[in-house]
């Protein structure tokens, strides 16, 4: 048998002392918000040049719309932290949602006399 020396001293890494939860949420995150901040506003962007023409009267394009929601960002604006943040929200309220259904469940396993 082996002991947890013997392991770091023949050059193995030392066990990551991150809890597993945090790891799946940092994952979650990770994934999500760059979502947020990267292709929800090209698809703002294509959808509101379809519906209501172009971005400004100047002409400006996507880029103009990143720095206005980048500036907005730095500035702390709530609806541009909620633009960029919104995907992992909608992920969030998903699994929140899902855990009464797991309960009723978890109830339904046990046996009825």
Known sequence: MTSRNDHTAEGD?????????????????????????????IAIYMVG???????SEQG?????????IFSDLAAGFP????LVL??????QLLRLSVIPLRRRHVGDDQPTD
């Open 13 to 41: 890494p030392e066990p990551s002392r991150t809890p597993v939860w945090l790891r799946r949420e940092l994952i979650i995150a990770g994934v999500f918000v760059p979502i947020g901040a990267i292709l929800l506003p």
């Open 49 to 55: 040049q379809s519906l209501l023409g172009t971005y």
């Open 60 to 68: 400006y394009g996507i880029g103009r719309l990143y720095g206005d």
């Open 79 to 82: 609806a541009a932290w909620i």
């Open 86 to 91: 919104s995907p992992w929200l909608a992920v």
